[in-house]
């Protein structure tokens, strides 16, 4: 299976900064197949990212994503107070799909 | 507006069994591929089963084939997981999940159910 790296495991930012979220997959994700996803506790997970770079319908322009091959990343240009959170890629590339283990973005 | 709304969930014994149901609305319910997906605590997300949408072909993670039944009723736009063996590594929140168009990445989400597997 292609086990997702993310990295790094906790961000402590402010609201406003740029967060960079980075993603590496053990094995080429074919087709660039890649998701990521942002979760509260207690919420469901909401996609926001798939294709690695097209944004889900409602997500606003502060959410970008890139990469190909095994690395990719999430950016978020200015940070709001509803984007701090855990956040998740997905390759969907090969079954069985996969997740990595998240990135806690924090206020600092 | 797609609504997934997740139910069953509980305590219970390892080696019993539980069944969980994930109730959606707001679209055409056949016509998608449906997933669970867990999260045990303190741990990131596990893709855990897929059935499609037209034929109810399914899918399992290895850490649940044999144990765990995933099944769909289209009249009544509902999709269960019946867990079996239960193990105390099973012990989760789960999640039901919809696939958008085939691709396997998952669009609208439930706010998923605890199962708690302990003696």
């Known amino acids: 299976e292609i086990v997702l790296t993310q990295s790094p495991g906790t961000l402590s930012l402010s609201p406003g900064e740029r967060a960079t979220l980075s993603c590496r997959a053990s094995q080429s994700v074919s087709s660039n197949y890649l998701a990521w996803y942002h979760h509260k506790p207690g919420q469901a997970p909401r996609l926001l990212i798939y294709?690695?770079?097209t944004r889900a319908t409602g997500i606003p322009d502060r959410f970008s994503g890139s990469g190909s091959g095994t690395d990719f990343t999430l950016t978020i240009s200015r940070l709001e107070p509803e984007d701090f959170a855990v956040y998740y890629c997905?390759?969907?590339?090969?079954?069985?799909?996969?997740f990595g283990q998240g990135t806690k973005v924090e206020i600092k | 507006e797609v609504q997934l709304l997740e139910s069953g969930g509980d305590l219970v014994q390892p080696g019993g069994s539980l069944r969980l149901s994930c109730a959606a609305s707001g679209f055409s319910f056949s016509n998608y591929d449906l997933t669970w997906v867990r999260q045990a605590p303190g741990k990131g997300l596990e893709w855990v089963s897929d059935?499609?949408?037209?034929?109810?072909?399914?899918y399992y993670a290895d850490s649940v084939k044999g144990r765990f039944t995933i099944s769909r009723d289209n009249s009544k736009n509902t999709l269960y997981l019946q867990m079996n063996s239960l193990r105390a590594e099973d012990t989760a929140v789960y999640y039901c999940?919809?696939?958008?168009?085939?691709?396997?990445?998952?669009?609208?989400w439930g706010q998923g159910t605890l199962v708690t597997v302990s003696s």
């Open positions: 997905q390759q969907y590339g090969r079954s069985p799909w996969t």
């Open positions: 059935i499609t949408g037209g034929d109810g072909n399914t």
């Open positions: 999940a919809r696939v958008p168009r085939g691709w396997y990445y998952f669009d609208y």
């Open positions: 294709g690695t770079s």
